[in-house]
Each structure stands twice: as C-alpha cells, then as structure tokens.
C-alpha cells in the first residue's frame, strides 16, 4: 500500500484548473522534499514541480511555470498542486513523490524520490 495518496484529477476543459492534493499516512511531509511528476500515454515520466524540505523553495518545469503553484499546508499534511490555464499536452497520470533527503533546493528528478503515491488521472479536453 502507497504511503502517499493523490486526488483532485479528472476531465476539464482546456483553461480550466484543478488542484491535486498529495496526503500521508505514515509520515510528516514537511520533513520531505515533495515533487509532483506526470505521465502521458508512450511518455517518460516528467517532473512537474517540487518543493524543498529546507525553506520550501520551489521549482517548475518551463512547460508549466506561471500556471502551476505548488503548496505546503502542514496542519492538514498535505502538499497541493494548483493547475491553472490546463491545456491538452497536461494531461497525463500525475503522481506525487516524497524524497528524503534535506535539500535546499528540491530536484525534479524521478531518480531523488524514493515514495510514491499511485496517481491521479488528469484530462484536459474539450
């Protein structure tokens, strides 16, 4: 069973959002650099955003800078992904990804993360 649980995915049309939600149940995720990658059908898995365990800095890739924001609530133990202006080539099976070693500035690199969760699945369509 996956330590690390996403939601929020589903169909909506190109510039609408959603908000994916990545949740623990067996560890504190602000001890974690959190990542957010995606899949698309025939793709390699490709990192979306991240956030440091040290300072919470951010990072994103080019393809989604200024749509995507990457979240910490801590109370709810919950790292979130707020999509805006969607568009088709972001859909995908999104996962989040907890790496543990205490960065300063978080990677995008699958190869840093050691959990997974199982994925939500992201439609952008009209």
């Known amino acids: 069973q996956s330590q690390l649980v996403e939601s929020g995915g589903g169909l909506v049309q190109p510039g609408g959002y959603l908000r994916l939600s990545c949740k623990a149940s067996?560890?504190?995720?602000?001890?974690?650099?959190i990542g957010w990658f995606r899949q698309a059908p025939g793709k390699k898995r490709e990192g979306v955003s991240c956030i440091s365990a040290v300072g919470s800095n951010t990072n994103y890739a080019d393809s989604v800078k200024g749509r995507f924001t990457i979240s910490r609530d801590k109370a709810e133990n919950t790292v979130y992904l707020k999509m805006d202006n969607l568009k088709p080539e972001d859909t995908g099976v999104y996962y989040c990804?907890?790496?543990?070693?205490?960065?300063?500035?978080?990677?995008?690199?699958?190869?840093?993360?050691?959990?997974w969760g199982q994925g939500t699945q992201v439609t952008v369509s009209s």
């Open positions: 067996k560890f504190t995720l602000d001890d974690f650099n």
């Open positions: 990804a907890a790496d543990p070693q205490p960065r300063f500035e978080a990677r995008l690199l699958v190869g840093d993360y050691d959990y």
